[in-house]
């Protein structure tokens, strides 16, 4: 009996040192998606707003409205400055026919080069004037900034009579459709865990379980013992700890089916668990150089 006790003990131990040590799972995960940060293509005051903080959006919806008045003045200024143009155009254009039909011994070779060199730049300030008139157009087309994808608006500070400035950010917007959950597993971890594996996800404060896959590994994080030296050369900061610490690697995990009425949220904690052996499926492609890509 002792013995029998003895044997479970010790079997028991080298479970928990394995399973605690080596198997792939981690309660340090987190949930992300990819931020899209609108920004105005123009610059001008924000006369309306059509979104409200966290409200779900469709791509191609209209998120808000800068001043349109400026760009309008500016249509009309464009409109004005090529019927200019292509007015002094017909008019060189019947000058240079009118030398074309005399003969030499009335004007010279230089009149008609200076007549038609007038007639080239009339043609140039007319395509310059076209260009100028659909810029004008674009930018006008622009004062209403609409949605790049299907997502949701979040943290919305943006209120009509703000002041906003071509290229600034003023809304973020999450996509709807690159949620992914990235889980830090111990670098002792990492020669169980491969591409194509299973994974199981659980959101901290869901009873749900999410199926996924590796995605893929990271391939460099940041070394904190190291910094740039004098002379380029590596200044190392040297280690007396006894017991080090297993450095964190993140590892991207795809989701492969998700609930509707599951509500993800990014940053949300969720533990991690590689489940089963790599998917081998063509689908998954190997790196460059590896002894295993095909």
Not at 107 to 115: D, K, L, M, P, Y
Not at 279 to 289: E, F, H, I, M, Q
């Amino acid at each position: 009996m002792t013995l029998l006790i003895t044997a479970v003990a010790v079997g028991g131990g080298l479970w928990l040192w394995d399973y605690y040590m080596n198997e792939p799972w981690t309660r340090d995960g987190r949930v992300r998606a990819d931020i899209v940060q609108v920004s105005p293509d123009v610059s001008g005051l924000v006369t309306d707003v059509r979104i409200a903080d966290n409200q779900s959006v469709r791509k191609g919806d209209l998120l808000f409205v800068v001043d349109p008045g400026r760009y309008r003045l500016a249509v009309k200024q464009a409109e004005a400055n090529l019927d200019s143009t292509k007015a002094e155009q017909s008019y060189r254009d019947a000058e240079a026919h009118r030398y074309e039909q005399l003969g030499n011994n009335v004007v010279s070779t230089a009149q008609r080069q200076e007549v038609m060199s007038a007639l080239a730049k009339a043609m140039a300030a007319t395509r310059q004037a076209e260009a100028a008139l659909d810029l004008a157009r674009f930018n006008l087309e622009r004062t209403e900034v609409k949605a790049t994808v299907d997502g949701y608006v979040t943290n919305l500070q943006l209120k009509a009579g703000n002041y906003v400035a071509a290229g600034q950010a003023v809304v973020a917007l999450i996509d709807r459709h690159s949620f992914y959950v990235m889980g830090y597993f111990e670098e002792t971890k990492l020669p169980r865990i491969h591409v194509g594996a299973p994974v199981s996800v659980r959101i901290m404060g869901s009873a749900a379980e999410l199926r996924g896959h590796v995605d893929s590994i990271t391939r460099a994080i940041v070394d904190r013992d190291r910094a740039e030296g004098t002379g380029l050369v590596a200044n190392v900061n040297p280690t007396f700890n006894w017991v080090r610490l297993a450095q964190r690697i993140p590892v991207r995990i795809a989701l492969d089916d998700v609930p509707d009425p599951f509500q993800l949220v990014a940053g949300r904690t969720a533990t991690v668990t590689v489940v089963g052996a790599p998917d081998r499926s063509p689908k998954v492609a190997a790196l460059p150089g590896r002894p295993d890509a095909r």
